[in-house]
């Protein structure tokens, strides 16, 4: 039997605990559809919907059909437009790629932008914090610490420069998300419970793990791959004890890959 295991909004989740961003931490606190409560917080119009009751930020169908349009049907294009950057921040787009992205002017993905930002402050303080020290030291870093060299983040051109200052704020993202996978990766291979149960790790795809074991076994090594997952750095000796949000993982197990997606 295979398990499938991989994070959910790994990325965002890290963006949230390195800037301390109030509202990303309680979108992920409180659940639900993380890009419906993007454009929540972006649309003051999508806002005073939920608020008089005429849609619903989510639904548990086990109770039936919802009593009013959820947030993501009758608001597909904002909360399209609130995904997009939900991504696109973590990677340094400028409102000039949002445009030609979205097909609008450069001063329509602007004020887009700037409603994005005005709901999470923090995320624009942590941005310029770290291309400050980017130009200072000529590095960035990973969340556990790793060093990433912007040789041209002083540069008189322009484009080198707008291409190190973005590499300088996605990294600790990306590479972080690469840190926890890596973590989670050698609690999960160190597991006398996991060895235990003839469960082997044979395959990692960006923020996915497949192992491979016994079926007779297979719920019980689940649960302590999830567990491998959500606390990949205790024990580890490296000084990350936690983060300030949770590690969501969506752990299934299957006779075949495609039967677990």
């Known amino acids: 039997?295979?398990?499938?295991?991989?994070?959910?909004?790994?990325?965002?989740?890290?963006?949230?605990?390195?800037?301390?961003c109030k509202s990303m931490l309680a979108a992920f606190r409180e659940g639900g559809c993380f890009h419906s409560r993007t454009a929540v917080g972006m649309f003051d119009y999508v806002k005073d919907a939920v608020e008089r009751g005429e849609v619903l930020l989510e639904w548990d169908f086990s109770k039936g059909?919802?009593?009013a349009p959820?947030?993501?049907?009758?608001?597909?294009?904002?909360?399209?437009?609130?995904k997009t950057l939900n991504f696109s921040i973590a990677y340094g787009k400028t409102p000039h790629g949002l445009s030609k992205d979205w097909g609008v002017s450069v001063?329509?993905?602007?004020?887009?932008?700037?409603?994005?930002?005005?709901?999470?402050?923090?995320?624009?303080?942590?941005q310029q914090r770290v291309i400050k020290e980017a130009k200072r030291t000529g590095a960035t870093r990973t969340l556990c610490?790793?060093?990433?060299?912007?040789?041209?983040?002083?540069?008189?051109?322009?484009?080198?420069?707008?291409?190190?200052?973005?590499?300088a704020i996605n990294t600790p993202i990306q590479g972080g998300a690469a840190d926890i996978v890596m973590l989670a990766m050698n609690k999960i291979n160190a597991s006398p419970k996991l060895k235990k149960l003839g469960f082997v790790l044979i395959l990692q795809i960006h923020d996915e793990v497949i192992l491979e074991g016994p079926e007779a076994h297979v719920k019980e090594a689940l649960a302590e791959v999830r567990r491998c997952m959500e606390q990949p750095w205790d024990g580890s000796g490296i000084g990350l004890t936690g983060l300030r949000v949770t590690l969501d993982v969506d752990a299934k197990y299957a006779k075949t890959w495609y039967g677990a997606k």
Do not use: C
């Not at 890290?14 to 800037?19: E, I, K, N, S």
């Not at 959820?70 to 609130?82: I, P, Q």
């Not at 887009?112 to 005005?118: D, E």
């Not at 610490?145 to 590499?167: P, V």
């Open 145 to 167: 610490g790793r060093y990433r060299k912007l040789n041209d983040i002083n540069s008189a051109s322009m484009g080198s420069r707008s291409h190190n200052e973005r590499a």
């Open 70 to 82: 959820l947030v993501k049907d009758k608001f597909g294009a904002e909360r399209r437009k609130a």
């Open 1 to 20: 039997m295979l398990i499938v295991a991989d994070y959910g909004q790994l990325e965002l989740r890290l963006l949230a605990h390195m800037a301390d």
């Open 65 to 67: 059909q919802p009593t």
């Open 107 to 126: 001063k329509e993905a602007e004020a887009l932008l700037a409603a994005w930002y005005a709901d999470r402050p923090e995320v624009k303080i942590w």
